[in-house]
């Protein structure tokens, strides 16, 4: 996970959860590492104490601009929009990119990874969710009407999955990577 802002300390927190192994992380200061998976209650426990992963005692010191090249299934750039570019995207060795910020791909970075074989889940629809949760304390605010935890949840789980499954589709439909899938569905007005 590049990064371990809300995005990225929410990203590990929900994979641990789920059982996925968090092998290495960065921030502006530094970046941590362990391929048998990071202890990410006692990472979140440093961040929160040091206001950086730098130093943490559970893994192993890499550098920073090393991060994007880790070996890992997902890679999750959580931080900054452009960090991969034509430059950077030849070391990815991820399968995966679950886009947490915005814009962190390029162009050129696109067309490297899709030769690559590396499936791509657009910012557009990853990071997604909170855009939507957004909507739904609007619409709360103005029904005057608010909803628990579990409800907000479903739906969110609901819409989410709805608009993957349309993302799916046209991306076949279409022959296309799962970013232009996404325009498509931008432009031609379906959504989540």
């Known amino acids: 996970i590049q990064g371990f ?14 059982g996925g192994k968090i092998v290495a992380v960065s921030d502006v200061r530094g970046a941590v ?25 559970g893994g192993e010191e890499i ?6 090249g880790y070996p890992c299934d997902v890679l999750i750039p ?10 950077t995207a ?14 962190p791909s390029d162009p050129e970075a696109d067309e ?12 557009i629809y990853a990071n997604g969710g909170g855009v939507t949760v957004s909507y739904f304390e609007w619409v709360q605010n103005i029904q005057g009407f608010y909803w628990d935890e579990e409800r907000v949840n479903a ?15 046209t991306a076949k439909k279409h022959q ?12 031609g007005g379906a959504g989540l």
Request: charged fraction near 25%.
């Open 33 to 57: 590492a362990h391929p048998a998976g990071l202890d990410v209650d006692a990472l979140h426990a440093y961040a929160a104490e040091h206001r950086t992963i730098a130093g943490f005692p």
């Open 5 to 18: 802002g809300n995005v990225g300390a929410w990203a590990a927190r929900l994979f641990a959860a789920a």
């Open 155 to 169: 739906e969110l789980r609901h819409r989410m999955r709805k608009g993957f499954a349309d993302l799916r589709e």
């Open 63 to 68: 550098p920073k601009e090393s991060l994007l």
């Open 112 to 123: 490297i990874l899709l030769g690559k074989g590396v499936v791509s889940l657009p910012d």
């Open 90 to 103: 030849p070391e990815v060795r991820a399968r995966y990119i679950l886009e947490g910020a915005t814009h």
């Open 78 to 87: 959580a931080a900054l929009g452009g960090v991969l570019t034509r430059e």
């Open 176 to 187: 296309c990577d799962l970013r232009t899938a996404a325009f498509a569905l931008a432009i």
